[in-house]
């Protein structure tokens, strides 16, 4: 079809379209069927094909009349069975997908206390993603060895709140709940530990990946470490001061051995296996028939519980340590034992101290020792070497 051959409505129409393709104008279409305009849309999609997909979309979302829109976009189906699918049009608007996919953050977290192998557990609560809706990741972090298990998936409101209670009846470990972020540092850690071990994260963490790395939740542990105000268990009102006045920190760590009569920190103690060649020279000196007085015998096993310590804590397990009971401190504090806390942080602040032998801590003393009874009694055929093991590993899957 050729412009002679148009109607003289239809010749208009094309006229104030090609006006409007020159100079990007909108069209002043003349009044007239809706007939010649589509015959003056059709001989503008053939003259100029591509280049009348920007007018066409135009004219498609903006004209002023229903079927003037209508004819639009029949051209442009028209072009695009021809073939020619440019780029939109900048300024277009662009169709929003049936299921949006927002960014997932995490909305709640639960950490629990730290065991004797340095391993705590760590629920995250994450909202968005592809269709919204909540996703509980479940995780196993470890201070020596970094991710040890991973597990969860969607869930609904109603379903979390009953893992939780069934979370408060049956754990041994007390567990608080924290900032999202700190628990997303937590893990960011954890990752850091792979990378600089040269190991990777069991294979059920990959599909969690991308909710941590690279997320603005895992930018700082030390910025979120006092963050996360306690939600569960609530502390008592008077839980925030050391009863008694306030002990000097050189106190308190004197006094610290009794740290571990606490329950949650009856598993704390160093691994039997490492130290088992001192346990039997222990069990040996207690048991020689050689006539020695008591100071010599008590001499002999603080001699061997002083080379237990040297071996064993180093600056990198001073550390360590020095972690597992900042964080044992936060969880003490939350659940109301103040003084526990207070306990745990100069112990934590005295490890840390690289001028302070470790020889001189109660507490290391006390982990010490109680690693070399566990240790003898392996020895001794009255426990098995894996149910005392504080060797990290991974938890068995049923």
């Given amino acids: 079809m050729s412009a002679t051959a148009l109607s003289e409505a239809a010749a208009a129409c094309l006229a104030a379209l090609e006006a409007a393709l020159r100079d990007a104008s909108p069209p ?15 001989v503008l999609a053939r003259r100029h094909g591509a280049a009348a997909v920007p007018l066409l979309e135009r004219l498609a979302t903006t004209a002023p009349g229903k079927e003037q829109r209508r004819a639009a976009r029949r051209a442009l189906y028209r072009l695009e069975q021809a073939g020619q699918r440019p780029a939109r049009a900048p300024g277009a608007t662009a169709v929003r997908p049936v299921v949006a996919r927002e960014a997932e953050h995490p909305v709640r977290a639960w950490l629990s206390g730290i065991d004797g192998s340095g391993s705590r ?64 540092a937590l893990v960011a850690q954890a990752l850091a530990l792979h990378e600089q071990l040269g190991t990777v994260a069991p294979p059920e963490f990959a599909r969690w990946r991308k909710s941590f790395v690279g997320s603005s939740s895992v930018s700082s542990l030390s910025s979120s470490s006092a963050a996360g105000a306690q939600k569960w268990p609530p502390h008592s009102p008077s839980g925030g001061q050391p009863s008694g006045g306030q002990p000097s920190s050189q106190d308190l760590v004197e006094g610290s051995a009794g740290l571990l009569e606490l ?38 096993e603080a001699a061997i519980l002083d080379g237990v310590i040297e071996a ?41 101290d690289a001028g302070r032998p470790a020889t001189a801590i109660p507490f290391v003393r006390a982990l010490a020792a109680r690693g070399l009874e566990m240790a003898a009694e392996v020895a001794l055929g009255r426990a098995r070497l894996d149910d005392v093991s504080r060797a990290p590993a991974r938890r068995a899957r049923s």
């Fill in 28 to 42: 002043a279409l003349p009044a007239g069927r809706d007939a010649d305009l589509d015959e003056a849309l059709r």
């Fill in 312 to 352: 064993n804590f180093p600056a990198g397990a001073r550390q360590r340590w020095a972690g597992r009971l900042r964080e044992m401190a936060d969880i003490f504090g939350m659940t109301g034992r103040a003084d526990a806390a207070a306990t745990a942080r100069a112990v934590a602040d005295a490890l840390a």
């Fill in 263 to 300: 329950a949650e920190l009856g598993g704390w103690f160093l691994d039997p296996a490492r130290v088992a060649t001192e346990a039997l020279a222990l069990l040996q000196a207690r048991e020689s028939r050689l006539v020695v007085s008591e100071q010599i015998k008590a001499e002999r």
């Fill in 121 to 184: 557990a760590a629920w995250i609560l994450f909202e968005g993603g592809l269709g919204g809706g909540l996703r509980l990741c479940s995780l196993i972090l470890n201070d020596e060895a970094g991710i040890m298990d991973a597990a969860g998936g969607p869930i609904a409101r109603k379903r979390l709140e009953a893992e939780l209670r069934t979370l408060r009846e049956s754990q041994k470990l007390p567990w608080v709940e924290v900032d999202g972020a700190r628990a997303c």
